[in-house]
Structures are given as structure tokens and as C-alpha cells.
């Protein structure tokens, strides 16, 4: 019969003998310079996982360590957080499927949204599923989409003229995430579905509520069980962890709950759009290509129907979310910096009369493309805003990395290179890279569109999906929808400037930025009420 002593025991000599074969198999970046660690059981975790603004404890160790530094996490686990140019292009580029994904990044990902591209677990996988989807993400067919993102923005524009600045001919005070959310909601289901959401109009539309405040109400501030519950991940088997979605806990239920209710929409979907004839192309919304790709593909290449359902299950919550965010955060700095958002609806308004001129009702691609204030902004809030600030992955073999900013180690030491031992945790850390002064300019830590005006970019390594950016990450997994993600922002963007001006309201609410997986913004003192961008808006 065990006692409570007994199992302290056990657990006590677990423990030793993990750190033990932790020593053994991760000694090899003993030497690399890191932050002090406050607890034996968590390590670094609370310290990051905690911080009021997503990157202010990242911002603050590359400035004292380099571009390169080393975190401990829960049961003594080393982690190798990496923002140096060459470091990366090696684990992204060159490196390809040796740097997969930890087991805590797959399973969170299978969690989140099933059996999709995020999760792929191997190489094969994740390449079969890529090749499935290509079809649905070329550059011709995003393109295709505008007059789809057009027709939401405009929605979204005549709503808040409607319906709440004709009340207010001062202007008034917007939640803009919330609406965004819903923008981009509606964009998703009849881009990728062919399907109409509804979520703009109909503020208790389901789906809507059930992605609100998702990530905040499940990742925000873990808890120390549940950090140390991931780190023992890595020992359970794949078909007992895909029992974890199951958890009664708040980390694993809230997203269980989205999932049921999203799956009530894809699985009909997907029935009526599998029912289609596989040679009729007159349909051109994702899942129609995603399944006439599918279906042409040898059986052993295919997707399965958990995993369609899976994909679209994530192109929802990716294509959406991030993209309502990454507005919203713009929108924020257009309001803090009105000379600039000014620039730029002077800059839309020609391009208007230009499109006019030629007999045209809308903005095509290429008219959003070329203008320069235009795409400066959209680069400037995508590097100085990134959604997802850390990636993980882990070493498949040994290996050696190399580096573009040389580093002191614990011995004093300057090296040029990394060997790291298969098994050893790295932590790509975009939020970082993207601010790296020596990359991007001694004021990285500004928010300044100009840069890319005035040559202040200074990026010879070929990194990033877009601009050189980590937003969307890179290489072999890096984003497959990010072109998806940059026309949509264009063409909301677009609308709601040369429509609207934005400020910041009277009250002046803190902002921050919180670390619930996504960054997301919230008002302080008021961050029980969840995700909130209030900014005053009036019509031009």
C-alpha cells in the first residue's frame, strides 16, 4: 500500500533521475550565458510566461547575453532561446525537418485544432499535407480573394457608420478587435468555405463567441501544474498524449469547446463539398480545391477526413485571428502616430483617384502593392507586432550551430557556433529577431514605417516568408497561408483608413501586450474582461 510519503519519494526520485538524464544528453550548452533560475521545479517559466508585455524580458536578456541565451524550464529542462540571423536560417533553411517540432508544440497544436499541417509530426506528414494544400494557397488564387476581403471591409465600414457613428457624429469610442475578429470570421468562412459565418452582423453569432478570447481564457498565466505536466510529455506515448485534449482543466477544455462547435460547420462542409463532382472547378473557395486535390492524389498521399476536417479547423482559427489581431495593432500605432496615418490616407485617396481615372470601381492588388506608406506600414507592424513572438523545435541529431552576432559564454569565452546535442530543446524567438537593432536599425524598438522608406533595413540574410520577417515563420513549415493573411490586412486596411480616423480615447488606457500564446491586447486594470482594443473613431 503506498503512503503520501511513498509517492513523495517516487516523485522525488523521478525527478533526480530526469535531471540526471537531462545533464547527460543537454550538457552541451552548459557553458551558454542565461538568467538566473528562480526555482528547481519551474525554472524561467513564471518569469516569462508572466511578464506584462510579450517580449520585455526577451528584449531585456538579448541586450545583457546577445542574440543567443539559455532558459530553464520546468523539471530542470534547458532550453536554447535563438534570435541570431544565421542560427535560424540554419534551422529553418538549411536544416529543413531536422529541427521538427517539440512534443509540446505538436500536441498543442492537436489540441487546438486536430490532426492539421501544424501538427504534422514528421517530415512525410507534414510534406503530405503540404502538397495537398498547395493547390488552394498559389499566388494567382489568394489573389483571387480580394474581391471577398473587399466586399467584408466594406460591411464592416457601413456598420459602424450605421450603426454607431451615426449616433455619435463626434465620433465614438470602438472595441476594433472585437469587430475585426468578426471581419475576418466572416472573410475565412466564404473564402475558405464558400459559406457565410454571419458573425459580422450577429454579435451572438456561435462560432464568434467560441473563438473570443480563446487563448486568453486557456494559455493565459499557466499554471505551475500544468508546466510541469508538458514537460512530461515527451515521456508519454503520441496515443495516450491525444488523450490530453480531454483534461477537465481550463487549459484543455475551453478549446475542446471551440472545437465541437466548429466541427458542427466543417463536417457538413465538407460532406457537401466531397458530394461535388471532382472535375467541376467552378467553385474556387479553399476546401472546394483542398478536396479536388485530395481526391486526384494517389490514396496514400491523401488526407483523411479527421484530417480535412482538421485543416480547416486551423486555416479558420490561423486565417482569422491573427490577421484581426495584426490590424489591430496597427490601427493602435496609426493612432498614436497621426501625422503618419494622415500620410497615408493621402496616399490612398490618390490611388483612389487614380483607380477612377481609368474607369475602375475598386482597388486592385496591384494598386494596394504600390503604394509605399501603404506596404511600409503593413511590414513595420508585422515586425514590431508579431502575433506568435516563440516557435519551438528541437534537435533531431547532433549538430552545430552557427551565428552572425558572435556571443561571450559563462567562461568568457567568444564563439561563433552552437554544438548542440539531439534532444536539445531551441526556442526560435521572433519577437527578437525582429527588433534586432543590427538588422533592423539602431531604433528596432520603435515603431517607424520610415525605415523601410529610407533603406534603414539591413537584411542580407534570406530569412523570412515575407520582408525577411520570423512572423510567419520560415523555411519548410513556414506559413502556408501568410500571402492569404497580407491581402486580406491590405484590403481591410485600405478601407478603414481612407474611411475613418483613428485616435486613442480621452481616458488614454494602458495597452498591453500579454503573452496568452498569441499577443494579444488587453487594458490594464481591466484584463478580467479580456481581449479589448477601445480606440475613438470618427468618420472622414
Known sequence: MFTPVTNACCLFVAWLVLRNYRWLTHRSIWYIRGPSVKSALLGNVRDMAYQENVGDLDFKYMREYGAVWKMQYALGSKVLMVADPKALQHIFHKSGYLYPKTTQARLSAFIIAGKNILWAPTGDIHSRHRKVMNPAFSTPQLRSFLPIFRKSSAKLCQLWKDQILSQAPGGATILVNIWLARTTLDVIGEAAFGFEFGALYNSDNELSKAYHNMFADSMLYPTAWNAVFQTLWDYIPDSILECVRYVPTREYARFQYTMRIFNKYSQQLIAQKSAAPVDDKSSRDVMSILVRANASEDPRSKLSDEEMVSEMCALTLAGHETTANTITWMLWELAKHPEYQEKL????????????????????????????????????????????????????????????????????????????????????????????????????????????????????????????????????????????????????????????????????????????TIMSPMVKGMMHEGSQMPLHVTIV
Open 345 to 516: 490616407r493621402v496616399e490612398i485617396a490618390q490611388k483612389r483617384a487614380e483607380v477612377i481615372a481609368r474607369g475602375e470601381s475598386d482597388f486592385g492588388v496591384d494598386d494596394l502593392e504600390s503604394m509605399g506608406y501603404f506596404q511600409a506600414t503593413i511590414k513595420e507592424t508585422l515586425r514590431y507586432h508579431c502575433i506568435v513572438f516563440h516557435l519551438n523545435r528541437v534537435a533531431s541529431q547532433d549538430d552545430v550551430i552557427p551565428l552572425t552576432y558572435p556571443i561571450v559564454t559563462s567562461i568568457g569565452k567568444t564563439i561563433s557556433e552552437i554544438p548542440v546535442a539531439a534532444g536539445q530543446v531551441i526556442m526560435p524567438n521572433i519577437a527578437v529577431y525582429n527588433r534586432l537593432p543590427e538588422m533592423w536599425g539602431a531604433d528596432a524598438h520603435e515603431w517607424d514605417p520610415m525605415r523601410y522608406i529610407d533603406g534603414r533595413v539591413h537584411t542580407q540574410i534570406r530569412l523570412g516568408m515575407f520582408e525577411n520577417l520570423m512572423t510567419f515563420s520560415a523555411g519548410v513549415r513556414g506559413c502556408i497561408g501568410w500571402r492569404f493573411s497580407v491581402i486580406e490586412t491590405q484590403a481591410i486596411v485600405a478601407d478603414l483608413i481612407e474611411n475613418f480616423q483613428f485616435s486613442i480615447p480621452e481616458d488614454k488606457p494602458e495597452i498591453v501586450r500579454v503573452p496568452a
